[in-house]
């Protein structure tokens, strides 16, 4: 069983930055295509960005589009997203998932095989 560790949030002022990190109990990650979901109080988890498994193609929802950057480090075995320009809408418990075997991610919460426990990010206005 594979177990993904997300560490990096925290409490931020609006317009701030956080770096958040995911890595894995094993060394898989480098054979994952990965994704970053986050669920704010009452609402659904939703897809916040993906990244391939090589680590060229990646893709991010409208709303953090041009804020957000996923990266991965298979060596490693870490894949990060950093988060810029934080808004107050951005507070939300984000997960980091893993599919293995697969060259690209997706945007659907079944796509994914296995999931990190979550890190509560808060933006303050």
């Known amino acids: 069983q594979v177990q993904l560790v997300e560490s990096g949030g925290g409490l931020v002022q609006a317009g701030g930055s956080l770096r958040l990190s995911c890595a894995a109990s094993?060394?898989?990650?480098?054979?994952?295509?990965m994704g970053w979901f986050r669920q704010a109080p009452g609402l659904e988890r939703e897809f916040v960005g993906g990244?391939?498994?090589?680590?060229?193609?990646?893709s991010y929802a409208g709303s953090v589009k041009g804020r957000f950057t996923i990266s991965r480090d298979n060596v490693k075995n870490t894949v990060y997203l950093q988060m810029n320009s934080l808004k107050t809408e951005d507070t939300a418990v984000y997960y980091c998932?893993?599919?293995?075997?697969?060259?690209?991610?997706?945007?659907?919460?079944?796509?994914?095989?296995?999931w990190g426990q979550g890190t509560q990010v808060t933006v303050s206005s």
């Open positions: 990244i391939s498994r090589s680590g060229g193609s990646t």
């Open positions: 094993a060394r898989i990650l480098s054979t994952c295509a």
């Open positions: 998932a893993a599919r293995p075997s697969a060259d690209s991610h997706r945007y659907y919460l079944s796509g994914y095989d296995y």
